[in-house]
C-alpha cells in the first residue's frame, strides 16, 4: 500500500514539528515538509473536534495553492482541552507552570484534526485521546519545565517526554494522537487515496 501511494503521488506534510515528521517517517512513506507561516483563526463559535479539523484544513487551505496532479498534502492540527478551555501552547515559564497545575489529577482530550488532499480529493477528519494525569508536584512540574521544552507543545507537554511517563496515569485512545498524528487512523485513510 505505502509503495503504491508514494509511487503515485509526492507526498507533503504541512507541519514544522519535528514529532510528526518522526511518526511519518515510521510510518514508511518518502515525503518532504513544507511549512505554513499563516497565523492559526477559527471562530469561537466552533466546538473542539471542529476547531481541530478547521486549523488542519486552513492549514492544508494556504500550502495547496499550486497543488499538482500527483500531488498528496497532509496538514494537521492539535488542541488540548480541559472542561471548556483550551490549553495552547504557553508563551512562558509562569503560562507553562498554570497549564501543567491545571492538567495535575485531571483528564483532558487531546484531538488532532487531519487535512489529506490531492487534486481530486480532500478528507477531512479528527481523533480525540482522552489523558488523565496523576497529582503532580511543584517539583515535578518545575523539573520538566526547566529540563524539557514546553513551550512548543499545545497542553505545554509531550507525552513521549518524562512528564509523561512519570505523570499519566491512564490513556483512553491513540497514544500516537497525543504526540502529534494518529497513524493507525491516517494509515486507514490514506489507503482511500490508492
Not at 6 to 19: D, H, Q, V, W
Amino acid at each position: 500500500m505505502l509503495k503504491k501511494l508514494s509511487e503515485k503521488y509526492n507526498i507533503t506534510l504541512g507541519s514544522a514539528s519535528p514529532r510528526r515528521k518522526e511518526l511519518l517517517s515510521d510510518l514508511g512513506l518518502k515525503f518532504s515538509i513544507q511549512i505554513c507561516e499563516e497565523e492559526e483563526t477559527f471562530s469561537n463559535s466552533l466546538k473542539e473536534e471542529e476547531i481541530a479539523e478547521f486549523l488542519a484544513k486552513q492549514k492544508s487551505e494556504v500550502l495547496s495553492k499550486n497543488l499538482r496532479r500527483n500531488d498528496l498534502l497532509i496538514t494537521a492540527d492539535t488542541i488540548v482541552s480541559l472542561g471548556n478551555e483550551l490549553l495552547n501552547k504557553p508563551k512562558n515559564k509562569e503560562e507553562a507552570f498554570e497549564t501543567l497545575k491545571k492538567l495535575s489529577e485531571n483528564t483532558h482530550k487531546v484531538i488532532t484534526g487531519v487535512c489529506l488532499k490531492s487534486k481530486y480529493k480532500e478528507i477531512i477528519f479528527s481523533v480525540t485521546t482522552l489523558v488523565t494525569f496523576k497529582l503532580l508536584s511543584d517539583n515535578e512540574i518545575h523539573h520538566y519545565i526547566d529540563k524539557y521544552s514546553p513551550y512548543d507543545k499545545a497542553g505545554a507537554y509531550g507525552i513521549q517526554d518524562w512528564i509523561g511517563k512519570v505523570g499519566v496515569n491512564n490513556l483512553n485512545g491513540s497514544y500516537t494522537n497525543v504526540i502529534g498524528l494518529p497513524i493507525s487512523q491516517l494509515y486507514q485513510h490514506l489507503k482511500l487515496f490508492i
